[in-house]
């Protein structure tokens, strides 16, 4: 290993044991990197990665609402401003139980390389909170959001901070954070993306990501000459990412054969078509209930409770879309002995560092998330830019928009890769092709 990238790394480690995703994350990204710091002194010179890995700045605070029965509930806020050499900070806020700043380290740290890599002038942030919206009425939802946007508002701006969704978050709460902001502040700053289509939000936003990750998948398959036409396709969540992303395969010609949520994951060998994405979409978005539900509708469609999609049927593509570190080296195993040939992913770092390991040695094309799932950021991007001019850009033109950027992304991934001496390994090239840009510019920046 690079001695520079190992003392960085010793450094991070004995400073904070126990931010575990957010080491695993630093760990990748700095690993990729120790041919470039071989090749380049600058970066040591100006300790440009003991610089990247500390957010510029970190917001904790309380949120306190009120319950339907009255009781007040407190939860943990945050708001992990990581860096913002090239634009704005820029990133999702995550509602789930899990939260802590360990994780929203990793997703920010994640995001500098990935806003990197669409090309548009966007910075790297993260933020949320432990609230868990499972089981909350719509009036719980509200209360929170605006409880957490009535401290959130003093760091975010148009040109400062943009937050948008992530896990639990989607266009209610994003409504409900937009509107709180409103109040308090007396404009109409558009300070989120992911914003309803009334009120300043882009067509095709909440297709963007699992539309990106699949175009990014056919961009791989592309160097291989193949397409999804007559693949079989494996996807794990039911959320926005994985919704969309079934929509993409599709109608590309592949056969989607799983969902899946944190309960338990539907298999469906006769393909999940229109009709029944349909049925997910009312059952995720509007009823908010179990994915059970779809082998209850569906003859043929079976549930395999507390399971993962991984290995339970052969399957040619793979998108996890549900959360970190859903697949592991056995997982990763069994899907390459099931003939797995690509995995594109629409979750932040759903493999876990040894399955990333047996990918990379079963010549599986695997796309990275901070490249493969880039396509919800830039087209946040795009929306950024529709507000600040002040008008609407077509279906057409956003989504042409999004596909070319998803394929200068696997452009610069691959023609990185290949620099390195490393051709093929698309985490070298997400890393080391979202890193330059960053780190020259915090060069040319100062200290
Ligand atoms: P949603 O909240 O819409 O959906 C998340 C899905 O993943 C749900 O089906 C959920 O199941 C499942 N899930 C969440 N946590 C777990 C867990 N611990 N174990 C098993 N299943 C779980 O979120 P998104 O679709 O927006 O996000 C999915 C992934 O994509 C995340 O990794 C996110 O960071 C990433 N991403 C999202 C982008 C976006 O634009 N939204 C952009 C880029 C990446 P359940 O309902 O049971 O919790
Ligand atoms: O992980 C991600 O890239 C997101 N959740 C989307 C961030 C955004 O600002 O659109």
Redesign the pocket.
């Given at each position: 290993m690079n001695a520079y990238v190992a003392k960085v790394l010793n450094q991070l480690k004995s400073n904070q044991p126990w931010e575990k995703e957010f080491l695993q994350a630093a760990e990748e990204v700095l690993e990729s990197l120790g041919g470039l710091m071989d090749r380049e002194s600058k970066y040591e010179k100006y300790s440009i990665l003991e610089r990247i890995t500390v957010p510029e700045r970190t917001i904790l605070f309380r949120v306190s609402w009120l319950d339907d029965a009255g009781n007040v509930q407190v939860n943990n806020g945050y708001r992990v401003e990581f860096n913002s050499a090239i634009g704005p900070y820029?990133?999702?806020l995550r509602l789930h139980p899990s939260v802590n700043l360990g994780i929203l380290k990793f997703?920010g740290f994640e995001?500098i390389f990935?806003n990197s890599l669409t090309g548009l002038p966007m910075g790297g942030g993260k933020g949320g909170s432990n609230f868990d919206p499972k089981g909350k009425s719509d009036n719980e939802v509200m209360k929170f959001c605006q409880a957490f946007m009535n401290e959130l508002y003093r760091h975010i701006g148009a040109n400062t901070d943009?937050?948008?969704?992530?896990i639990g978050v989607g266009g209610r709460e994003i409504g409900y954070l937009q509107g709180q902001y409103r109040k308090i502040t007396n404009t109409s700053e558009c300070v989120l993306?992911?914003k309803g289509l009334n009120w300043g939000g882009s067509l095709i936003r909440p297709e963007a990501?699992g539309y990106g990750a699949t175009y990014f998948a056919e961009e791989m398959l592309k160097t291989r000459g193949e397409s999804f036409a007559g693949k079989t396709v494996l996807i794990s969540g039911s959320g926005n990412v994985a919704q969309f992303a079934a929509r993409k395969v599709v109608e590309l010609g592949g056969k989607v054969v799983s969902l899946s949520d944190s309960s338990g994951t539907i298999i469906d060998k006769d393909g999940i078509d229109e009709e029944k994405l349909q049925f997910v979409m009312e059952l995720k978005n509007v009823r908010r209930g179990r994915i059970k539900e779809y082998a209850d509708k569906f003859t043929g469609a079976e549930y395999l409770e507390d399971k993962r999609p991984w290995g339970a049927v052969s399957a040619e593509v793979v998108l996890p879309s549900a959360t970190q570190n859903e697949i592991d080296e056995d997982d990763a195993k069994a899907l390459v002995s099931n003939g797995c040939v690509c995995v594109s992913e629409g979750a932040?770092m759903p493999s876990m560092p040894e399955a990333v390991e047996v990918f990379l040695a079963g010549n599986v094309l695997y796309g990275p998330g901070k490249a493969a799932?880039?396509g919800?950021?830039a087209v946040?991007g795009l929306e950024m830019s529709q507000n600040a001019m002040r008008l609407n850009w077509t279906a057409e033109k956003v989504d042409s928009e999004l596909k070319n950027i998803m394929t200068n992304i696997h452009t610069a991934c691959f023609e990185a890769a290949e620099e390195n001496g490393t051709p093929g390994n698309y985490v070298n090239g997400s890393n080391i092709a979202g890193f330059r840009k960053v780190a020259d510019s915090m060069i040319d920046l100062g200290v």
């Open positions: 820029k990133g999702g997703l995001q990935k943009v937050p948008a969704g992530d993306t992911g990501t932040n799932n880039a919800g950021v946040s």
